[in-house]
C-alpha cells in the first residue's frame, strides 16, 4: 500500500495540473493498481470532482471522461449502440464488478500497462486523449510517449463507423491476460493490436491482405515470457486471437 | 427425532450471514500492540549482525525483538498430538535463515504505522548462502538445511538432518519381482505436484493478553487449540498450566490452521511487555510462510494382466518439506496407505519414500495431507494402464477396486468394515452416461471432448491417537449445553454434533447449547483434522448423550418413587405408561440443580483402534479449445460413501468445495520460484484459486454404507474429497488430446504446445 | 483531513489520514462485517456499496467517500438476513467469512439485474472469491432467493 501526506480534490483541470507537477504528486484513478505500489506521495489529486465521469457524444465523437469507470463503459448503451458488445468484451474479465466499479479509464490509459485490456482495445479504435498541457493527442502517439506530469481529462472516440472485435485469453477467467488481441476495420484498412505480450500493446494496420498481416504479426512481434506464459505460447496465441477477431469484426460488418 | 441424515441449518449461520464481530480479528481489545514481523528477503543466509537500536527510538514501538531475545529450544509447530512425529526444528526467531520469508525480528507497536517504520529501521547485516531449491537433488547435497546440533526428533522417523532428510521408510507386502515377472503390462511413470497453499479467506490471525490470573491467554484462528496450547509452551518455555487458548468462529482452516503459525509472535510479545498484543498475517505472509501441501514426486511402477488384473505397483515418493519438517514425517505415510488401499486385487505393492530439507517453504498440513498427491500419482497410473490394455476405466476400477470385507494389507491390514465403492462407481456411471460420453472425442463446436474417472479413498481419524472428550449438561429450565473441544471451521461440526446429541435425547436442537473451543473450560479433544470430528467426536457425543439419557430417566424415576425400568423417557418428560405418572424433563432440571440432588452432568471420551475410510469416485469431463489449450469443465461428478450423512447439505458442500479445490490443484494453482527460492506467485493476484467461472456444474451424490464403528454408521468427509479431480482432470484431458500430462497444474500453454507437437489424428 | 459521509444513512464527519483506505476507515468506525482477504485487489471480501454500487473498500480512499453514501452490511441487516436465510439453508455460508462481501455484491446485483441468467448470476459475482463451497450452494441460493422475490413481487 502507498502512503500519502495529503489529499487534495482539485476543483479546476489547472489546479490538478499545477498540483502534479510536484514530481511526489499523483494523480489517483480508481486506486485498485496504485495500492499495490509502496511509494509515498505527498500529494494525492482527486479528479472526482471535476464532472470527468461522463460519456458524451457530438456528431463526431463520443468522449469518455478520465474518471469514466470500466463498469460505466461496459454498461454504456451509448458505446453500446457505435460498437456492440466490444467494450464488454475488453472489460468483462477484469477481476470482478466490485474493481470495474472504482478502476477508471484514465487510470488505465495513463499507467499504459502491458497487460492493459483497456489499451488494446481503445488502441484498436481511432481515439485521441486529450491533455490538459499537451492538448489532444493521438492515442497511440500517447502510448509511446514517456511518462510525465500531464494530466488526462479525456478519450476521444471517433465515430467514423469502425468495427471492431476483442479477444483474450486468460490462465482463469479473471486474471491479467496471456494475450489481448483487437481487431478492427474500416473500410479496406483492417488493424490488429496485440497487447499483454507481455509488454505494452503494438498496433499494424494493413490495407490489403489482412491473413497475410496475421503471418507478419506472428513472425515479428516480440513476445516475452513471465509467470502466466512463455514467449512461443504467446505467439502461436497471437495467430489464434488475430483470426478469431478478424473473423468476429467481418461479422461485425455484415451485421450493419 | 430425526436430525441425522437431514438437511439442518448450522446453528451459527445466521450471525455468519450478517456480518456479526465473530472472528478473532473482530475481538481484538482496545490498547492491543500490533505485532509484525520483520521477514529475510533471502532463501539462506546467516544473520551475522542485526542492530535495533534506531527501531527501538520510533515513538510507540514497545518491542523489537532478534534471536537474541527468543528462548533456545527447539520446537515443532505442528499441531499433533504429543509425542509428534514432526522434528523440534525450529526457533521463534533463528541467525540462521532457511526460506525466503523466515522470521528475522519481531516488533510490538502501538500502531501499524510505528511497527511499519520501526521494520525499516532495523538494521540487517546477512551472510548470504547458496540456497537449496530442487528439492529432488537435496539428499546429501553440500547445502545443508539443517546443520544444527540440537535438532531434535521424538520418535524414530530415520531423520538424518546432515543428509537434507527429514524422514525416510518404506513398507511393503508379497513378493514384487515375481508379481511384477507374471504381469503382461507394466507402466513406469514420475508424476509431480505442487505446493498449493490453502487460501483460506480468514488470514492467520492471534491475539494474546494476560488475564486476571497473570496466565497467558490466546485467542486465535486455530484448529488444534489444545495443540497450540502445547506448542506455546515448549516454544516460550513456559509451563502449560499458565497457557489458555480460545478459538472463536474460524474464517477457513484445509489444514493450514492445523499448525501453529501465527500465534507464537503475539504471544511472545505478551510475554515480553506484559501488554495485549494481536497478529493478522497480510496474504503474502500466508502465501509465503503459511503451511501449504507438501510439493512430491511420485514414480509409480504398476502391473497388471492383459485382461486387466492389476497385480503389483510400487511407488516411490520425495517429499519437500520445505524449511522445516512440520507435518512432513506423517503427511507422507499417506501417499501410500491411502492410495494403494484401493485395490483390492494387488498382489505385491511397495511404498518407498524420502522426505528431504530444502530453502523453500516449510510445508503443512493441507486437506488430503499425502493422499491426494498419492492417489493422484496411482489413480493416474491406473487410468493410462486402462487405456493401453484398452480397457475401459470404469471397467479396470470395477475388476480390481477395494471390497467390504477385505482385509486393506497396504492400511494397516485394516478390515474394510463398510464399503460402497462399487455402488458408488455403478451410479456415476449413470449419472455421467458414462459409456456414451467416452465414446465422443469431437463437439460440435470443434473442440476435443473427454472424461475421466478416479477413485478414492480418506480415513477418519487417526487410530489409536486421535482422541475427543464431549461433556453434556442438562440445565434448569431443562435445556442442554453440549461441551466440545474440536473446532468448527465453517464446517459445521458444531451442529452435526448437535444433531447427533438431539436425536439421542428426542430433543429440538435448538434445546442443545454449542460452545466455540476454550482450553480451560472445553473437554480435551486432539482438534478437528485427520478427517476426525464426525468419525471421533462424534463417536464421543453418541456415548455422552446415551449416558446421559440414561441418567435422565433414572432421576426422573427416582423422583416419581419407581424403579428405572418401569419409566421410559421420551424427550420431554419422564413418565411411566400406564399409571399417569410423569415429570417434565423442564421440572427434572430445576429438581437436579437444586440442592438435594446430583446434578446431570455427563463427560466421555472417545478413540478408535481403526480408521474407517471413506470412498469416492469423481469422474470429470472437458471441451478442450485445441487452439489455445483452454480446458472447459463441462461436468465433475462426484458421489461419496461417507458411511451415513449426517448433514445432507454439509455434506454435499463439503464435497462441492473439496472438488472446488482439487480444480485448483489440478489446472491453476502454480507455485512458482525464481532462481533466489523466492516465490514469484504470493498474493491472490498471482496465485489463482479457481472463481466460480471455473467450478462447472458439480453434481453430488451419496451412496452410503454404513459404518459399523462410527456414531450413527458415519465415516468421515472433509478431506476426501479434495482428491478425485486431478487424476480424474488429467484422464479426461489425455482421452481428449491423446497427450499424458504429469505435472501439476496442468496448464492451457502445456496442452496447446503438446498438441502443436503431437496434434489429434482425424477422426476417420 | 475532515470527511462527510453518510454511512448507513447516519451523517458522520471523521477527521482522517489523507491515505486511509475506506476499508481501514469502517473497521474504525464499527462496521465488522467488512473483511479483507488480500492486498491486491482481488477477492471481493472488502465489497461496500458507494453510492448503492459495490466497490472494493480496500481500494477507495476513505477521502473519497467524502460527500457520498456509503453502505455496509450493517446497514441492510434485513435483506442480509433474508438472502442470508436461503445461502445457510443450502449450507452455503460455511466459514463465513467472505459472506459479509458476497451477500453485499448479490443484493446489488439483484438491484441492477431484473432476471439474470446462470451465466450472468456467476459473471457478476466472479469478484468475490470462496474458498470453502465451491460457489454451488451460492447459486443454488440465489436462484431460489430470486424465485422468492419475484413470487413476493406477484403478491
Known sequence: MFSAQQYIKATSIQQALELNQKRTSAILGGGCWMRLGKKNYSTLIDLSGLGLDQIEENDDEISLGAMVTLRQMETSQLLNRYFGDFFVQMVRHIVGVQFRNCATVGGSIVSRFGFSDILTGLLALDCDVVLAQKGRVSLNEYAQMPYDRDVLTHIIIKKNGRCAAYESVRNTETDLPVLTCAVSILENSTRFVIGARPQRAVVYETNTDPEAMIQKIQEETEFGSNMRASKEYRRMLSGVLCHRALEKAKEGIKCR | MNYVNSAVRKKDAISLVSGKPVYTGDMIPQNTLVVKILRSPHAHAMIEDIDVSRALLVPGVACVLTYKDVPSSRYTTAGQTYPEFSPYDKLILDPHIRCAGDPVAIIGAETLEAAQKAMKLIKVTYKVLPALIDYTNAIDNPIIVHPEDDFKTLIPINAEPKRNICSKGDFSFGDLDAEFAACDVVLERTYNTKANNQ???????????????????????????????????????????????????????????????????????????????????????????????????????????????????????????????????????????????????????????????????????????????????????????????????????????????QIMKAYYNEPCNSCALDRCMKTAKEMMDWDNKAAVRTLPNGHLHGVGVALAMQGSGISHVDIAAVELRLNDDGFYTLLVGCTDMGTGCDTILAQMAADILDCDIANIAVQGVDTDQSPYDTGSYASATTYVTGGAVVKTAEKLRAQILEAGADI????????????????????????????????????????????????????????????????????????????????????????????????????????????????????????????????????????????????????????????????????????????????ATGLTFTTLPITAEQIAMGLLKNPVPEEK | MQITLTLNGRRCTDEIPADMTLFTYLRQKGCYSVKCGCETSSCGLCTVWMDQKPVLSCSVLAARADGHEITTMEGVQQEAVEFGTFLADEGGEQCGFCSPGFIMNVLAMVRELPNPTDEQIKEYLAGNLCRCTGYQSHLRAIKKYLAHKQKEAVR
Open chain 2, 199 to 405: 487460501t483460506m479467506m480468514e488470514p492467520f490471525t492471534t491475539f494474546t493478553y494476560l488475564d486476571a490470573f497473570g496466565r497467558l491467554t490466546v485467542v486465535s484462528s486455530t484448529q488444534v487449540p489444545f495443540h497450540v496450547r502445547r506448542i506455546l509452551a515448549n516454544a516460550l518455555e513456559m509451563s502449560k498450566s499458565s497457557i489458555r487458548v480460545i478459538k472463536p468462529r474460524i474464517g477457513g482452516g484445509f489444514g493450514a490452521k492445523q499448525s501453529a503459525v501465527s500465534e507464537v509472535f503475539p504471544a511472545i510479545v505478551t510475554m515480553k511487555t506484559g501488554r495485549p498484543a494481536a497478529i493478522t498475517f497480510t496474504r503474502e505472509e500466508c502465501m509465503t510462510n503459511g503451511s501449504p501441501r507438501h510439493q512430491m514426486q511420485m514414480k509409480v511402477k504398476i502391473g497388471a494382466t492383459r485382461d486387466g488384473d492389476i497385480r503389483a505397483i510400487d511407488l516411490y515418493a520425495i517429499s519437500n518439506a520445505g524449511a522445516y519438517g512440520e507435518h512432513a514425517p506423517t503427511t507422507i505415510g499417506l501417499v501410500g496407505h491411502k492410495s494403494l488401499s484401493l485395490y483390492g486385487s494387488l498382489r505385491a505393492a511397495r511404498f518407498s519414500y524420502d522426505v528431504v530439507y530444502s530453502n523453500t517453504m516449510g510445508a503443512g498440513a493441507y486437506r488430503g495431507y499425502g493422499a491426494t498427491q498419492g492417489i493422484y500419482a496411482v489413480e493416474s497410473a491406473v487410468s493410462e494402464l486402462a487405456d493401453t490394455l484398452g480397457i475401459d476405466p470404469t471397467v479396470i476400477r470395477e475388476k480390481n477396486m477395494v471390497r467390504e470385507g
Open chain 2, 560 to 735: 416419581l418413587g419407581v424403579p428405572a425400568e418401569e419409566a421410559e423417557f421420551d424427550g420431554k418428560q419422564v413418565l411411566v405408561p400406564g399409571s399417569g405418572k410423569s415429570i417434565s424433563l423442564r421440572e427434572i432440571g430445576y429438581i437436579t440443580c437444586n440442592g438435594s440432588r446430583q446434578l446431570l452432568s455427563v463427560h466421555e471420551s472417545h478413540s478408535s483402534p481403526i480408521s474407517p475410510p471413506p470412498f469416492m469416485v469423481g469422474m470429470a469431463e472437458v471441451d478442450i479449445d485445441p487452439q489455445t489449450g483452454k480446458v472447459n469443465l463441462m461436468d465433475y461428478v462426484a458421489v461419496v460413501d461417507c458411511g451415513t450423512v449426517i448433514n445432507k447439505n454439509l455434506a454435499r458442500v463439503q464435497t462441492e468445495g473439496g472438488i472446488a479445490q482439487g480444480i485448483g490443484m489440478a489446472l491453476y494453482e502454480d507455485i512458482q520460484y525464481n532462481e533466489d527460492g523466492k516465490m514469484i506467485n504470493n498474493s491472490f493476484l498471482q496465485y489463482k484459486i479457481p472463481t466460480r467461472l471455473e467450478i462447472p456444474n458439480i453434481r453430488v451424490a451419496f451412496e452410503s454404507s454404513y459404518e459399523p464403528t462410527g456414531p450413527f454408521g458415519a465415516k468421515s468427509i472433509g478431506e476426501l474429497v479434495i482428491n478425485t479431480p486431478s487424476p480424474a482432470i488429467a484422464s479426461a484431458i489425455r482421452h
